[in-house]
């Protein structure tokens, strides 16, 4: 999936602006606020909006000429609740599968081998109404990969699950991509979920991509930090930046903590000494990798 430039517009309000970002294989967390643009990008993937501006193209095709062709080939569970509660779960999944070009047999078929996957195979002809949100996000699951696509796309599928059903619905998102291995496009704003089950990420802005990339990558190659939290505040945490900078070690400061970088065991000594030459009081020194709230942080303070 590619993006060149692409702009959506509604009224006065720019949704996407400029974006320009690749999507490769595995599982892709789209990352943003509530009003990030996430929503708008899905559904010009989708083909059910035109860009104003740039160019889009879904598994080789533009999903605004040609988006019957993408739709086939693409899996999608939407955020809102959009079933019938007075359906079986077999009948949803099986009817969307139809919708999906499969014939009547094979879609029955796919129907009961989805509502397995996800979990949902004893409760398969349950009426959705009589389900928990926990069931009925995994109803959407099934709708999304019964027909076997090539991309699923996942908006929130964790809105309004308790942290029990929400680990149990990441750990179906892992199965979808690596046991039947289909891709996945995850749009969250939850920072967390998306670093434990991403292998990228493709952060949105007010609009704008703000960074892209495999997750190892944006972390950082996921080298090692160190984390310093000083006594004194964020003066005392400046001052510290310096004083590393002042003998060669680069240093980060964040409120009263300053992040340093461990290119070599002979940091930890560099540290050592500043805090002493400084007469700084420690709360808590810690080794760490970036995380991806790091990189979130710092591509807000960044821009594009």
């Given at each position: ?8 517009r ?89 919708v ?27 009426p ?16 999304a ?23 149990h ?41 703000v ?51 461990l290119d ?41």
């Amino acid at each position: 999936m590619r993006a060149e430039a692409v702009g959506k517009r509604w009224g006065t309000t720019q949704a996407l602006s400029g974006a320009t970002f690749e999507i490769g294989p595995g599982i892709t967390g789209l990352l943003g606020a509530n009003g990030a643009g996430k929503t708008t990008l899905l559904g010009l993937v989708l083909g059910m909006h035109r860009p104003d501006q740039g160019r889009l193209e879904v598994l080789g095709r533009d999903p605004w000429r040609l988006g019957p062709q993408v739709r086939a080939r693409l899996g999608y569970a939407p955020e809102h609740e959009a079933l019938p509660g007075d359906v079986r779960a077999h009948d949803v999944v099986r009817h969307f599968a139809e919708v999906h070009g499969l014939a009547a047999r094979e879609a029955q078929t796919r129907a009961s081998d989805a509502l397995w996957e996800v979990g949902l195979g004893e409760e398969r002809f349950r009426p959705v109404g009589t389900m928990s949100t926990g069931q009925r996000q995994r109803v959407k699951l099934a709708v999304a990969i019964a027909h076997d696509p090539e991309v699923v796309l996942l908006d929130e599928p964790t809105n309004g699950l308790d942290p029990v059903q929400r680990e149990h619905m990441l750990g179906l998102v892992r199965r979808v991509a690596h046991d039947l291995g289909l891709n996945v496009i995850l749009s969250s704003h939850l920072l967390e979920e998306v670093e434990r089950v991403s292998d990228a990420v493709l952060i949105l802005d007010a609009g704008r991509v703000v960074r892209s990339g495999p997750l190892g990558e944006l972390r950082g190659g996921d080298r090692p930090e160190l984390l310093v939290e000083v006594d004194a505040g964020a003066p005392a945490a400046e001052r510290l930046v310096g004083e590393l900078a002042r003998h060669g070690v680069s240093g980060v400061a964040a409120g009263a903590s300053v992040v340093v970088s461990l290119d070599s065991d002979a940091v930890y000594d560099v540290v050592r000494d500043a805090l002493v030459d400084l007469s700084l009081g420690v709360r808590r020194i810690e080794r760490r990798r970036a995380s991806l709230e790091d990189v979130f942080l710092a591509a807000g303070e960044g821009g594009a």
